[in-house]
C-alpha cells in the first residue's frame, strides 16, 4: 500500500526567502507525481506534474524533483511571497490512474 | 478551456436526511472523474471513480453513493446522512490517461448536525 509523507507539516518563512518542501512515498513504481497548492475552504490547484521519466519540471518560481528510487520529490520555492502562503501537497499516482494516494500536506506561511 | 463546477457550496444537513451533490465538466468528453473528501487535519480520501457513464468504482465502503448519469456529470448521493460524513468533498477529473493530470473543483463543505 502506498504512502505519502509530507515533511515539514508547517513552515514559517519570512518573505523572500527560498524554501524546501518534502514528500516521499514508499512505494517507487509510481506513474507521476503531482504538486498542488489548497487556499483555505477551496479546491487544489494543480502547480506541477512529474512524470515518472523525468526528474523535475520548472514552472515560474516553482521547481519540482523527483527521485524514484529514493521515494522522494521536493518542491522548491524561490524568493518566497505572502501570495504563496497556503497548504501544499503531494500526490502520487501507481497501480493505475484510478490508484492516487496524497500527503496530508504542508502548511506555508509567508511573512510579510 | 476546460472547467469543473461543483454545487452546492456549502451545505447544512441534519443527520438522517437525504444527500445529493453534483459535479460537471465542461470542454471535455469522456473524462476520468473523482469524488474525494478531505476531513480536516487529513488527507484527501478517495471515494468514487468513474471511467465513463455508469461505471462507478468505490474506493472505500461507506455511507454515500455516486453515479454518472451523463458523460460530464458526476454525482454523490447518500439516502441518510451521518454525523461522521460531514467534510470537504472535492470533484476531479484527468486530463488523459497517460498524463494522469487531475484538476479539481472548489469543492463542497457538508456539515452534518
Known amino acids: 500500500k502506498q504512502e505519502v509523507t509530507q515533511i515539514p507539516a508547517a513552515l514559517s518563512v519570512p518573505e523572500g526567502e527560498n524554501l524546501v518542501l518534502n514528500c516521499s512515498f514508499t512505494d517507487s513504481a509510481i506513474y507521476n507525481l503531482q504538486w498542488f497548492r489548497q487556499d483555505p475552504g477551496k479546491g487544489l490547484t494543480s502547480l506541477l506534474l512529474?512524470?515518472?521519466?523525468?526528474r523535475e519540471q520548472t514552472s515560474g518560481r516553482l521547481n519540482a524533483s523527483l527521485d524514484k528510487s529514493s521515494g522522494r520529490s521536493t518542491l522548491y520555492i524561490a524568493a518566497s511571497q505572502p501570495g504563496d502562503s497556503a497548504t501544499y501537497l503531494c500526490a502520487v499516482y501507481s497501480g493505475g490512474y484510478q490508484k492516487v494516494t496524497f500527503g496530508i500536506g504542508t502548511k506555508l506561511q509567508v511573512i510579510p | 478551456s476546460q472547467t469543473i463546477h461543483q454545487w452546492p457550496a456549502t451545505l447544512v444537513q441534519p443527520v438522517g436526511s437525504p444527500l445529493s451533490l453534483e459535479c460537471t465538466v465542461e470542454?471535455?468528453?469522456?473524462?476520468?472523474l473523482y469524488w474525494y473528501r478531505q476531513a480536516a487535519g487529513r488527507g484527501l480520501q478517495l471515494l468514487f471513480y468513474?471511467?465513463?457513464?455508469?461505471?462507478i468504482s468505490s474506493e472505500v465502503p461507506q455511507n454515500l453513493s455516486a453515479s454518472r448519469p451523463q458523460d460530464r456529470q458526476f454525482i454523490l448521493s447518500s439516502k441518510k446522512l451521518l454525523l461522521s460524513d460531514s467534510g470537504f468533498y472535492l470533484c476531479?477529473?484527468?486530463?488523459?490517461?497517460?498524463?494522469?493530470?487531475?484538476?479539481f473543483g472548489p469543492g463542497t463543505r457538508l456539515t452534518v448536525l
Open positions: 468513474s471511467v465513463g457513464i455508469g461505471q
Open positions: 470542454g471535455t468528453s469522456n473524462p476520468n
Open positions: 512529474i512524470q515518472s521519466s523525468q
Open positions: 476531479a477529473w484527468i486530463r488523459s490517461a497517460r498524463y494522469n493530470e487531475q484538476f
